[in-house]
C-alpha cells in the first residue's frame, strides 16, 4: 500500500466516523459509497484533509550527537518515518 493510498484510507475513515456521528450507526454501510457519489464535496473534504496534513510541521525528535553513528541513525529513520505520514520535519 503506498502512502497516498494510506492517507486516503485514513481520509475515508475519518468521514464514515464523522457521518455516523453525525447520522447514527445506520449510515455506516452507505458512507463510503456516498463518498464517491457527491464528487464536489468529496474533493473539497479531500482538499482540506491534504492541506492538513501539509500543514502539519514536526522537529524531529532526535538530535544529531557528533561522531555518534546511532544518533544519525536514529534521526534517518525517524524522519523517514514522520515523512511517509504525511508530515513535513522541519529541524
Known amino acids: 500500500m503506498t502512502n497516498t493510498d494510506k492517507i486516503r484510507a485514513e481520509f475515508e475513515a475519518a468521514f464514515v466516523e464523522e ?17 464517491y457519489q457527491d464528487t ?12 492538513s496534513r501539509q500543514a502539519l510541521r514536526v522537529t524531529n525528535p532526535f538530535p544529531v550527537l ?3 553513528p546511532d544518533s544519525a541513525w536514529a534521526r534517518e529513520v525517524a524522519e523517514k518515518s514522520l515523512r511517509a505520514q504525511g508530515l513535513k520535519v522541519v529541524g
Open 40 to 51: 464536489v464535496n468529496v474533493q473539497a473534504a479531500r482538499w482540506a484533509w491534504q492541506a
Open 66 to 68: 557528533m561522531g555518534c
Open 19 to 35: 457521518q455516523v456521528r453525525l447520522h447514527g450507526e445506520g449510515f455506516r454501510g452507505s458512507a463510503v459509497h456516498m463518498i
